[in-house]
C-alpha cells in the first residue's frame, strides 16, 4: 500500500515539475533567446563627423561671407581676434605661396572659430574661384595650404531650336553664356549671329568642367551642327599640332586671319552706313563703324595679331586703340573706359588679347564699342569684309579628320531636336 501511495506521489511531483517548466523555464529561455538575437542584430549608430576643408567642425562655429569692397583680410581676422603676431605673418606670406593683395570684393570666406563669446578664428578659408581655396590655420603659428577642389569633365549634348536669338535659345536650356560665345566665334564668318531667323536649329556636344556637380567653364566644343535658312553647317576640331581648329564636313577651316568680332557676341546697336542720325551731334553724318552695345568694363578683344599704332585719348574718340595687323588690314575701338595695361604704341598684341575695356569716353552717349576697320587704307564695313579663310585640313590629317568627322557626325545625328513647346537640356552623354 505504501509502495502505491509511493508510485502515485512520484507521478504528481512529475506532473508539477513539467508544468512548472512550461510555465516559467520556457518562457525564460525564449526571452534569451530574444535577448540574444536582440544583441546580434543590434548596431550602433554613430554620427558621422562634419568635414569642412579638411577639418572636423562639429565643435566649431562656421560663418560664412563675401568680400566687402575695401575691407582688407587684416581687417576681417582682427575682428575675429587673431593675435597680431599671425596677422603680421600673412601679411608677410610669400608671393608664390599666395598673395594677400589679391584678395577682392564678393570672393566667397568662411571662417571656422570657438564657440565662444569671443568667436576667436581658429581658421579662414578664402575661395577666389570655384576650383581654388587657400586655408590659414591660427595656431601656435600660422600655417598656410593652397589646395584644389577635384574637376570632373563630363561631355554633353544639346539641341535647339532659335525662337528670338541665340542667347535666350541656349539660355533656356540652361546652358552659359561662355557656350554661346564659343559657338559664335566658332562660326563668326559664316553666319551672321545679328540675322539669326526662327526656325534655325543647332546640335552642339561639348565638354565642361563641374566641381561637386557644378559647371564651372566650358571647355570646348566637340562638334556643332547649325541648320540656318534651311542650309546646314557642320565644325568638327582637329589638332594639326598646333592645338584644336575647326573645320566644316569638306576640311575646309572656319577660322578666319581676323576674329569677326572684337567683343564676346553681343547686341549690335548701330551699323556701319553713310547715313546716320549722330545722336550726340544732332544732325545726320556716315558711320564709318560698327557699334557694339555692351556693359562698362566688357573686355575688348585684338581681332587679331598686329602692332598698335595708337593708344591714347581724343576728344571724340575717347580712350581708343588702333591696331595694324599687315599691309592690307587695320582695325581701330573707340570709347573705351580704359586701355588695358601694358599696350601702348609699338606694342604687338594677340589675335584674342583683351587690349582694353568698353566705356562711353568721348563723343558717346552711353557704354559700347565703336569697331572700325580699313583695308588698303579705306575704311569698309567689318561684318562684310571677305577676308580669306585659314589653311585646310592638311593631307597627312586627311585620314584622321575623315574618321572624327564621321563619328561625330553619328554622334550628332543621334541627339534629338526637343518638342517645339518646350526646351530642355540634353543629358550627358
Given amino acids: 500500500m505504501q509502495k502505491r501511495w509511493l508510485g502515485f506521489f512520484g507521478i504528481v511531483m512529475l506532473i508539477v515539475a513539467a508544468v512548472a517548466f512550461n510555465r516559467y523555464y520556457l518562457p525564460s529561455l525564449a526571452y534569451q533567446e530574444d535577448a540574444a538575437d536582440s544583441v546580434s542584430n543590434f548596431s550602433l549608430k554613430l554620427k558621422e563627423p562634419s568635414v569642412l576643408y579638411g577639418m572636423v567642425v562639429d565643435d566649431f562655429l562656421v560663418i560664412e561671407d563675401k568680400i566687402k569692397r575695401n575691407e582688407r583680410l587684416g581687417d576681417i581676422l582682427l575682428e575675429y581676434n587673431v593675435p597680431a603676431r599671425l596677422i603680421h605673418q600673412v601679411s608677410q606670406v610669400s608671393r608664390n605661396i599666395f598673395d594677400v593683395r589679391k584678395i577682392v570684393p564678393n570672393k566667397k570666406y568662411t571662417l571656422i572659430c570657438n564657440q565662444d563669446s569671443l568667436k576667436t578664428a581658429k581658421a579662414f578659408v578664402y575661395e577666389p574661384n570655384p576650383i581654388d581655396y587657400i586655408v590659414f590655420r591660427f595656431g601656435d603659428s600660422l600655417t598656410i595650404d593652397v589646395c584644389k577642389r577635384d574637376v570632373v569633365t563630363v561631355e554633353k549634348g544639346i539641341a535647339g531650336e532659335i525662337r528670338s536669338n541665340l542667347s535666350e535659345t541656349i539660355e533656356e536650356l540652361g546652358i552659359s553664356h561662355e557656350l554661346t560665345n564659343k559657338f559664335v566665334d566658332i562660326f563668326a564668318w559664316q553666319v551672321d549671329f545679328a540675322r539669326l531667323q526662327k526656325g534655325d536649329k543647332f546640335k552642339l556636344i561639348y565638354e565642361e568642367s563641374q566641381v561637386e556637380g557644378v559647371t564651372v567653364s566650358i571647355d570646348k566644343i566637340k562638334a556643332i551642327y547649325f541648320e540656318h535658312f534651311g542650309s546646314p553647317y557642320y565644325a568638327f576640331p582637329l589638332d ?73 585719348y581724343k576728344s571724340n574718340n575717347g580712350n581708343y586703340v588702333k591696331i595694324r595687323h599687315n599691309g592690307t588690314y587695320t582695325t581701330q575701338y573707340l570709347h573705351m573706359s580704359r586701355i588695358a595695361d601694358g599696350v601702348r604704341a609699338g606694342t604687338r598684341v594677340r589675335q584674342g588679347q583683351t587690349i582694353g575695356y568698353v566705356g562711353s569716353t568721348g563723343l558717346a552717349t552711353g557704354p559700347h564699342l565703336c569697331y572700325r576697320f580699313w583695308k588698303n587704307g579705306v575704311q569698309v564695313d567689318a561684318l562684310k569684309i571677305d577676308l580669306p579663310p585659314s589653311e585646310p585640313v592638311k593631307k597627312e590629317y586627311l585620314s584622321q579628320f575623315e574618321t572624327v568627322k564621321q563619328d561625330l557626325t553619328n554622334r550628332l545625328q543621334a541627339i534629338p531636336f526637343p518638342d517645339q513647346d518646350k526646351q530642355e537640356p540634353m543629358a550627358s552623354l
Fill in 240 to 312: 594639326q599640332g598646333d592645338g584644336d581648329d575647326y573645320f566644316d564636313q569638306d576640311g575646309k577651316s572656319l577660322r578666319k586671319a581676323l576674329l569677326k568680332y572684337p567683343i564676346e557676341f553681343t547686341r549690335i546697336s548701330s551699323r556701319y552706313t553713310m547715313s546716320r542720325f549722330h545722336p550726340v551731334q544732332k544732325r545726320w553724318k556716315a558711320h564709318l563703324g560698327t557699334d557694339f552695345a555692351a556693359p562698362t568694363g566688357t573686355p575688348i578683344r585684338s581681332v587679331g595679331d598686329g602692332t598698335v599704332e595708337e593708344a591714347q
